[in-house]
């Protein structure tokens, strides 16, 4: 310490010297200047989007889709509508592929002219992404 005191003893007791032109930072402006910041804006949001899965759409062989129908005209020929889960694959809006979600609901109406279902809850779904349905109804034999 003895050796900077030595070499710049003639200015380290100074107060600090205030411009008339520029007045003095506040504190947290001066602590935010060294925050840190992201030069490239959205690459890590682009990153992300990259590395989340997405799932590939199965393609049901002629065997597969007569089962689901037999099942679907099941619910409906039912004297009361019985609750069932509707396996059906969700359309990622932003890259290829998507999900597959459960959805549980009884059927309120079946469209077969453009191919959609509509549950007890308002839910609307393409008869087309449905790739598997259970319900209490079904036996194994059966199906």
Same mark, same amino acid.
């Given at each position: 310490m003895s050796d900077?005191? @030595?070499q710049y003893g003639d200015i380290i007791d100074r107060a600090h010297p205030d411009s008339p032109k520029h007045p003095r930072m506040p504190r947290k402006n001066r602590a935010a200047q060294f925050a840190p910041f992201a030069a490239l804006t959205g690459y890590d949001d682009l990153i992300h989007e990259a590395a989340r899965y997405t799932e590939r759409r199965i393609v049901l062989d002629e065997n597969k889709k007569e089962e689901l129908n037999r099942k679907l005209h099941a619910l409906l020929d039912a004297e009361e509508q019985p609750e069932a889960v509707f396996s059906c694959f969700v359309q990622d809006a932003k890259k290829s592929g998507g999900t597959y979600e459960d959805v549980t609901g009884r059927i309120e109406n079946a469209d077969f002219l453009y191919g959609y279902l509509t549950l007890d809850s308002g839910r609307v779904l393409d008869i087309g992404d449905v790739i598997e349905i @259970?319900?209490?109804l079904?036996?194994?034999e059966r199906f």
């Open positions: 900077a005191r @030595e @259970e319900s209490e079904f036996s194994e």
